[in-house]
């Protein structure tokens, strides 16, 4: 199994892992193709195309349970989570 893979599962399982790190999330939504800019300060914008919600992650820190969630989101607008029977 990939690398790419075993971080989408481990994304997409419940609970929701509290030990993702900026670089390894911005490194995951790059390969999704989302777009990423500067923010304020030391906080890195990331946008998908035709998704309505802006992805903002904090350097230098671990992902936060509502940041997660939101990427929880964009994966399931993207049809990325596996089913939980599978």
Excluded: V, W
Aim: with cysteine; net charge positive.
């Amino acid at each position: 199994m990939s690398k790419f893979m075993k971080f989408l599962l481990r994304l997409c399982r419940d609970p929701i892992p509290n030990d993702i790190t900026f670089d390894e999330m911005a490194r995951f939504l790059k390969s999704i193709k989302c777009s990423m800019r500067k923010g304020g300060g030391s906080h890195m914008q990331f946008k998908y195309p035709g998704f309505y919600k802006t992805i903002t992650l904090m350097e230098d820190t671990n992902i936060r349970k509502y940041q997660l969630e939101d990427i929880r989101e964009l994966l399931d607008h993207l049809n990325m989570c596996p089913e939980e029977n599978e």
